[in-house]
């Protein structure tokens, strides 16, 4: 099959892209490189730099492709809580502009990476897609408007379409930024240095970590997966994870004492999350192989930044 990757060089495309290619697919990528890094790309991926409101690059790149892989987005939630316009121009006008060019062309299949942050705070847990979204930022917000822009303008227009949502997906060479970075890189990088761990809130928050390998089997069987037009299918590990918890596995993985505190006024989000993995089970045969312990090993064994650290 002939793919073509929104966000290719970034972390949940590059290795999508490469275990595509692996498969003996043809893939091409589209991507800013605004956080990607194309050095992680197999030579055979041929990446193409440009912007997703970019409709006739989108027209070029279009040509002969059997199914499209929508990843690309800004994804740093307290970043969204700046600039909730360009969130919006990104993840929602940026999917229009791909759905559009898409209809054009001719181009009948659509999976998009969604994210589990659209569930929000939910009393009942684990996550079911059937629950009523409640999104706390424009991040997630604007990942469930372009679910509904995807679903409507894939009825309306005869696409297949699946949205995945893709719970907290971590592993090597996951972007540090330097500020809002994600839990777990965040972690171990203060561990590895040897520096001070900070816990927001009071630590006991959870989240649904999937390391990213698992993340990608899944996205990819949803390419060739029947039955799945129209669907929303979690992606996660089916397990619920503290912050304490992922702080302690850190603690033992790395052999470190960081200092560890706690700022108790920071507001940390939704209290739980946990993805139900029933429907990606059924639908897509998907299981997660992966620990949590083991992910973390992985990544410090896989991470060059990490590696470097403990030379």
Request: charged share 20%; glycine share 8%.
């Amino acid at each position: 099959m002939r793919f073509l990757i929104t966000g290719a060089a970034g972390f949940l495309g590059a290795p999508l892209a490469n275990n595509l290619v692996g498969d003996g697919h043809s893939v091409v990528g589209l991507d800013d490189l605004s956080t990607g890094d194309p050095q992680r790309l197999a030579p055979e991926v041929h990446l193409v730099r440009g912007d997703i409101n970019d409709r006739p690059k989108l027209w070029t790149l279009l040509q002969d492709v059997d199914c499209v892989y929508h990843l690309a987005a800004r994804v740093i939630v307290p970043e969204s809580l700046l600039y909730p316009r360009e969130y919006n121009l990104v993840n929602v006008s940026g999917t229009v502009t791909l759905m559009e060019a898409m209809r054009d062309v001719g181009v009948h299949r659509v999976i998009f990476t969604s994210s589990g942050s659209i569930y929000g705070n939910q009393r009942n847990q684990p996550l079911r897609e059937s629950n009523r979204p409640n999104p706390r930022s424009p991040y997630a917000v604007s990942k469930l408007a372009a679910e509904y822009y995807i679903r409507t303008i894939g009825d309306l227009w005869g696409m297949e379409t699946v949205c995945l949502r893709v719970f907290n997906a971590y592993g090597p060479s996951q972007r540090l930024p330097p500020s809002h970075a994600p839990v777990i890189p965040y972690c171990l990088k203060q561990a590895l240095e040897n520096g001070t761990i900070v816990i927001h809130g009071d630590g006991k928050q959870t989240r649904d970590y999937v390391y990213v390998d698992d993340a990608v089997n899944a996205m990819a069987r949803a390419a060739t997966a029947k039955g799945i037009n129209r669907l929303i299918i979690n992606v996660g590990s089916g397990k619920e994870t503290s912050v304490i918890k992922i702080v302690q596995l850190v603690l033992q993985v790395t052999n470190m004492k960081p200092e560890i505190v706690y700022n108790q006024h920071h507001d940390s989000g939704p209290s739980r999350m946990c993805a139900d993995l029933t429907l990606a089970k059924k639908k897509l045969g998907y299981t997660p192989n992966i620990s949590l312990k083991e992910g973390l090993e992985r990544t410090i064994q896989n991470d060059i930044r990490f590696q470097k650290k403990l030379l």
